[in-house]
Nanobody
C-alpha cells in the first residue's frame, strides 16, 4: 500500500503562484511514477504533470506546459513530489489530486494509477 497526502491548495489571484506538495509513504519502493491530476466541476479528470521516479523524466499536460513544474524530494522513508504552479489562470481552478503508479506504463492515463490522495482545492480568482 502507498499512502498519499496532498497539501498546499488555496485561493490565489490570477497571475499568482502556488505550490502543491504530495507526501508518499508506505511501499514507496513500488512506485514507478507520481502524477498530478485535476478535476473541475462537471469536467473529466485531467492530466497535469507526472514524474518517472527512477529516471526523473517529467511530463506535462498541454494546458500547463511552461507554467507548472513538477519536482521530487527523497527522504529515508518518504518521498515528496511538488507541483509549482505559476501564472495561474481562473481555468486552473479545480481539485488537484496526487496519484502513484506502480506499473511500468504511460503516466498520462489516470486509469493506470493505483493510489490516489484525497485532493486539495485550488481556486484562482480573476
Amino acid at each position: 500500500q502507498v499512502q498519499l497526502v496532498e497539501s498546499g491548495g488555496g485561493l490565489v489571484q490570477a497571475g499568482g503562484s502556488l505550490t502543491l506538495s504530495c507526501a508518499a509513504s508506505g511501499r514507496i519502493s513500488s512506485i514507478y511514477g507520481l502524477g498530478w491530476f485535476r478535476q473541475a466541476p462537471g469536467k473529466e479528470r485531467e492530466f497535469v504533470a507526472a514524474i518517472n521516479w527512477s529516471n526523473g523524466s517529467t511530463y506535462y499536460g498541454d494546458s500547463v506546459k511552461g507554467r507548472f513544474t513538477i519536482s521530487r524530494d527523497n527522504a529515508q522513508n518518504t518521498v515528496t513530489v511538488y507541483l509549482q504552479m505559476n501564472s495561474l489562470k481562473p481555468e486552473d481552478t479545480a481539485v488537484y489530486y496526487c496519484a502513484a503508479c506502480t506499473k511500468v506504463a504511460g503516466l498520462r492515463d489516470p486509469l493506470l494509477y493505483d493510489y490516489w490522495g484525497q485532493g486539495t482545492q485550488v481556486t484562482v480568482s480573476s
